[in-house]
């Protein structure tokens, strides 16, 4: 090669060098971003769920012994960045179902009992189809004022006893206990810890359990634990997280030896150590309301995702990871997220 077609090379490259430096940047499109030519770079499809990233109303509503699980996970969501308002009311399961599936009023109902076909067919009367998430498991606890001295375990006989027409007075149950009244503190007829503790004691047969003299009802948990605060001859029945709360001046009955804890609570029917009162805890909510209202989605992922870590705080037990699965699985069904 002579020496001018090397120079003259060496210009060529030269001049190429200094109009690429010189060029413009290429231009980014207004959707991605990302400059044009180029592949945009791939988005978190679960950013939409998040609390920084929705607004707007979530009306809860329903059961007692849920509230205090659904109002920590609301003051979560808050604290995490939500600037929406969420109002969770405690009116019982009976009372959250009636407001979901016949006002169509709230977006999420709580319940400590599985919604009935009745109820479904109320939803679907006004195009909700409910749709259920396992959230936690609580252990039923029937409790008396730490000043008694005398009920430590009775057997399911004797809890019949205490909580029919059966007894008037203790000494009805057993002979060595007091001759004082029965004072019975319970939860309203609209609440899922009635209904459950009416299907496993009663055989779902509610008309001994009401005729019970000496008997108070209420939906507000808060009322019955006063109750039994109140009097060393009060007995009443709740959700555990209300146990642990005033675990300084209630004493847990056990029943047929066994109290409710994390492993008795978890044992299967009929298995040795089983808490014969074990039961799971929901809340429930529709395809169309967490497509129509994002920040209701939101709300629900969020919940699945820390609900572990507050339930346990709460008062209450965690789900079994097959059932919290389940509720991920229904979850993103409704969402049309496939996995």
Request: glycine share 8%; proline share 6%; with cysteine.
């Amino acid at each position: 090669m002579n020496r001018k077609f090397q120079t003259l090379l060496g210009m060529l490259v030269l001049t190429s060098l200094i109009l690429a430096a010189c060029a413009p940047a290429p231009i980014a499109t207004p959707a991605t971003g990302q400059p044009a030519g180029e592949e945009p770079a791939a988005e978190d499809p679960m950013a939409q769920f998040s609390p920084l990233n929705v607004s707007g109303d979530i009306i809860t509503a329903g059961s007692s012994t849920v509230f205090p699980l659904t109002e920590r996970m609301a003051e979560r969501f808050r604290d995490e960045g939500f600037i929406g308002n969420i109002t969770v009311d405690s009116i019982g399961s009976g009372g959250g179902f009636e407001r979901f599936c016949v006002d169509g009023d709230t977006d999420v109902s709580n319940a400590s009992r599985a919604i009935n076909e009745e109820e479904v067919a109320s939803c679907e009367s006004i195009g909700r189809t409910p749709i259920e998430f396992r959230v936690g498991t609580d252990g039923l606890s029937v409790v008396v004022s730490t000043e008694n001295d005398f009920v430590t375990d009775v057997t399911m006989e004797e809890l019949q006893m205490i909580f029919s027409d059966a007894a008037v007075n203790w000494s009805d149950v057993r002979a060595e206990w007091p001759n004082e009244p029965i004072q019975r503190f319970i939860p309203g007829t609209d609440s899922g810890t009635f209904d459950f503790f009416v299907e496993i004691v009663f055989d779902e047969d509610e008309t001994p359990h009401l005729a019970a003299a000496n008997t108070q009802l209420s939906e507000d948990d808060n009322v019955l634990v006063q109750g039994v605060q109140g009097s060393p001859y009060a007995v009443g029945y709740f959700g555990y997280a209300y146990y642990v709360e005033n675990a300084d001046t209630l004493k847990l009955v056990a029943i047929d030896g066994v109290a409710p804890d994390a492993v008795s609570v978890e044992l299967q029917e009929g298995d040795p150590g089983a808490y014969v009162l074990a039961r799971p805890l929901f809340f429930y909510s529709d395809a169309s309301i967490m497509a129509s209202k994002p920040q209701v989605a939101a709300f629900i992922h969020f919940y699945l995702s820390f609900v572990n870590e507050e339930v346990v705080d709460v008062g209450y037990f965690p789900a079994s990871e097959a059932a919290l699965q389940e509720a991920w699985d229904n979850f993103y069904a409704a969402m049309g997220i496939e996995m």
